[in-house]
């Protein structure tokens, strides 16, 4: 019984593994970064990206391209903070 629990125990630890990896690979394209991009790197790409994405520069875009601009600029923060979360 406690070989059992053990095994899950793991086999959970490992999926949350694969899934926080695959949410990074996913991130480090948004961000347009390397596996091996520095915290320098991805900071000037977040910079780059957010100052591109940001919803006050579409403040004269129709409402449909405000929303795209708002989804993407939330997209590019949270693979901002996933990548730079140690």
Request: hydrophobic fraction near 30%; charge should be positive; avoid cysteine.
């Amino acid at each position: 019984m406690q070989r059992s629990r053990e095994h899950k125990r793991l086999l959970h630890e490992a999926l949350t593994q694969l899934k926080r990896s695959k949410r990074k690979d996913y991130y480090r394209s948004v961000l347009d970064v390397s596996k091996t991009a520095s915290y320098d790197e991805i900071r000037k790409a977040y910079k780059k990206m957010a100052l591109l994405h940001h919803p006050d520069r579409h403040s004269s875009a129709s409402a449909a391209k405000k929303a795209k601009h708002e989804r993407k600029f939330k997209e590019i923060l949270q693979a901002y903070r996933d990548l730079t979360d140690p």
